[in-house]
């Protein structure tokens, strides 16, 4: 580990950049290997990396870059082609760089044994055996046999980057006279966090400066009206008058120029604050080439990931939020969107898929979108998947429409994919997706068109600073909307109000839109209770109409008061999330403002239709779920009854699979979690003859086993398997969440 903290840092940062350029490069020279300014490039990021690891002693993450900068070497001299091969290779050897590094960062051991990783990259001497290139044959072998000692003065010389030579003669002819310059500095992001948050606060601070100025000015309007009652008796008592009238207006003037100059800086301020966090969304963007690559290679598919618009600015805090959810877009598309090359070839389509990643900005909103031109989305297999997870009933599925329905993808467990692995979240639905893009405050449209392909939408804010909020008062109290949630604010006639289902309902845009006091979701009183009969017939109604992913929904409030900027304070550790509430914030006048929750307010709408107490009773008092579990292993089959049992389930242990068939006949189960590999009768050979059996054609069934081979995968599908979990990376989160997905 390195000592020296500021060393450890600044050396984490930097091969962090190098070793990031050099997978770009690598992937981009297996599209067009005869790029030799690409390979330049490369080979002077493996060239600094050795050096920077050389500096501070680092022997193994040297080596390796030694490596990888003589293949490269090798390359630009025509003696090692770039074939997939090689790229594969020069890949695994950044793996081993990136744990090498988090292991001199952090002290944590990588597990890397460099003297196996560099026999695995020795690929540049079988490759040139193998070209039979004579003139340079004398010079390799010499170059292998010293290849693990250090560089000679005379190699050293001939890896000199052209920057080194500009260098090199520069000294030569002594010293450069001019100015020094530092062009461009490190920033730590919690300084630039602290910076972003202040500027808030002085942000708000501004906007009650501003306030302060209108009490002034209601004070010199009170007095004037004041100053004309009062009796006028004598010379000295106006002069007084005079005085304080003068007084007031310059206090006045001075507090407008004070409150102006302060605007100007503080926007100025926030500006470049902002301009500072913003990086470019290639920064995340470049992150998925590599993955999209290896995981259409192991899918057996053809797939290319096109990048549009990576050089789009993008919030710090956003890029961070946004990489696992644009991961779990991508493996989904990859897994379930693209079509294997002879699937789309019989559709007339190019055997390789396109993904397209694209980024874009409009004047207040971030837009990222995840397009695929595969097979689309399934509107009936999202719909029997809905059904099943009981979050939605028929009648009410009828009723939507199929962007509606497309959007039911986005609640936990609801999936059209028939078969869990560990490409796509084993089973976890994009409801993990939603979930971020509504804590960064964003909002998720979906597009899918069969056999044409699917588009995921996100529009997200341009900085999460500052956040624009409509202000409402509902029994004299203020709460906050955020302001890219509301579609349209409007005055409602009591007489336009109608029933549907149950629900008041009401005509936006000749679409039905339900309706809700505000009152009545935060449990307070309003003076505008129109759900609850409180107002007059004849009286227009002030109304918020929200939108997100679940929908739209119009609120009832008393009164509109502003829109304003305001910074979110969110909760502290040791205050539970409370329901329908995202934050709160101090508003211009002081005033503590409750920050609403736009999609806890359309969800508790939906709650409020459905008999929450009935459901809550038969939980209660319905048996335990219970499991069959069929394992050889003693010490697997007793964690996974732990485990299981911990979890509320009822478990039966079996040893083999003679046994658990048996003991299905005896009694029924919920579902069926087994090894494959047992004596007597494999967990293959199980579920093949449980799906023979009509009996048990539901039965869900659940493999958990050491074999992870594609092929493996593949024969557990085949075979009748529901879920497919390897024990290399068994979680019993994961485990848990597959049965509740299933059962």
Not at 117 to 129: P, Y
Not at 483 to 509: P, S
């Amino acid at each position: 580990m390195i000592e020296d903290d500021e060393l450890r840092n600044i050396f984490k940062l930097e091969s962090a950049e190098h070793i990031q350029r050099l997978e770009d490069d690598f992937l981009r020279l297996e599209k067009d290997p005869g790029n030799s300014a690409i390979l330049e490039e490369a080979f002077r990021e493996a060239h600094s990396l050795k050096g920077a690891a050389r500096m501070l002693g680092l022997t193994g993450i040297e080596a390796i870059s030694h490596r990888i900068e003589d293949i490269l070497g090798y390359s630009r001299k025509g003696s090692v082609p770039l074939s997939s091969e090689v790229i594969d290779r020069l890949c695994k050897g950044l793996d081993a760089l990136r744990d090498l590094v988090k292991e001199v960062v952090t002290g944590e051991q990588s597990g890397v044994i460099v003297s196996h990783l560099l026999e695995q990259l020795k690929i540049s001497t079988e490759i040139r055996d193998r070209s039979s290139i004579a003139h340079e044959n004398n010079s390799n072998r010499e170059m292998t046999k010293h290849e693990t000692k250090e560089t000679s003065l005379t190699d050293q010389q001939s890896l000199v980057t052209e920057s080194d030579r500009s260098i090199r003669n520069m000294e030569e002819k002594g010293p450069v006279l001019g100015v020094f310059r530092i062009d461009t500095i490190r920033v730590e992001t919690q300084k630039l966090d602290k910076l972003m948050s202040h500027t808030g606060e002085l942000n708000v601070t501004k906007l009650r400066i501003e306030q302060r100025l209108e009490d002034i000015k209601n004070v010199i309007v009170l007095w004037e009206d004041i100053s004309k009652k009062l009796p006028k008796s004598g010379i000295e008592n106006n002069s007084k008058m005079e005085m304080f009238d003068a007084w007031l207006n310059t206090l006045k003037n001075a507090f407008h120029e004070d409150s102006s100059r302060l605007g100007r800086i503080t926007s100025e301020l926030e500006d470049i604050t902002n301009q500072i966090r913003l990086l470019p969304i290639s920064t995340i963007f470049n992150l998925f080439q590599r993955m999209v690559r290896d995981l259409s290679k192991d899918k057996g598919k053809e797939v290319q990931l096109v990048i549009v618009g990576g050089e789009t600015g993008a919030d710090k805090r956003i890029i961070e939020e946004m990489k696992d959810p644009l991961m779990h877009m991508l493996r989904n598309a990859v897994d379930h969107g693209i079509e294997t090359p002879d699937d789309r070839e019989t559709k007339n389509k190019p055997r390789t898929g396109t993904i397209t990643l694209k980024a874009h900005q409009t004047p207040v909103n971030l837009i990222i979108e995840v397009s695929d031109d595969g097979q689309g989305l399934d509107e009936e297999a999202i719909k029997r998947a809905a059904l099943k997870r009981k979050t939605i009933n028929e009648s009410e599925l009828d009723a939507m429409s199929p962007s509606q329905i497309q959007s039911l993808i986005f609640v936990s467990g609801v999936s059209t994919s028939t078969f869990v692995s560990d490409i796509s979240g084993r089973g976890v639905g994009l409801d993990v997706v939603r979930a971020n893009v509504e804590r960064l405050k964003g909002t998720i449209h979906i597009e899918s068109l069969p056999e044409r392909g699917c588009t995921i939408r996100i529009h997200l804010p341009l900085t999460l600073a500052t956040s624009r909020v409509m202000i409402v008062a509902v029994n004299n109290l203020k709460y906050a909307l955020p302001v890219e949630n509301i579609q349209t604010t409007c005055l409602i006639d009591f007489k336009n109000i109608f029933t549907i289902e149950g629900r008041k309902t009401i005509i936006i845009d000749k679409l039905p839109v339900p309706v809700a006091d505000l009152s009545d979701l935060l449990e307070v009183k309003g003076v505008n209770a129109v759900c609850k009969g409180y107002v007059s017939v004849s009286k227009r109604i002030p109304c918020i109409i929200i939108s997100t992913v679940d929908g739209t929904l119009g609120l009832f409030v008393d009164e509109l008061l502003d829109e304003q900027a305001v910074v979110l304070k969110n909760y502290s550790s040791i205050v539970k999330r409370a329901r329908n509430i995202s934050g709160a914030t101090i508003l211009g006048t002081g005033d503590v403002c409750m920050v609403l929750n736009p999609y806890d307010l359309i969800r508790s709408v939906k709650k409020k239709g459905t008999p929450i107490l009935q459901e809550k009773h038969d939980e209660a008092t319905e048996t335990r779920q219970s499991i069959l579990v069929a394992e050889d292993s003693i010490t697997v089959r007793t964690q996974m009854k732990r485990i299981l049992e911990g979890a509320g389930y009822e478990v039966t242990v079996a040893v083999d699979g003679v046994d658990a068939y048996n003991k299905l006949g005896a009694r029924s189960f919920d579902a069926l979690i087994s090894d494959i590999m047992m004596p007597n009768m494999t967990g293959l050979a199980l579920t093949e003859k449980i799906r023979q059996n009509k009996k048990y054609g539901d039965l869900p069934v659940i493999l958990v086993t050491s074999l992870s081979s594609d092929e493996d995968k593949q024969r557990g599908l085949e075979a009748g398997a529901n879920a497919y979990i390897t024990k290399p990376s068994f979680d019993q989160k994961v485990l848990l969440e597959t049965l509740r997905r299933l059962i």
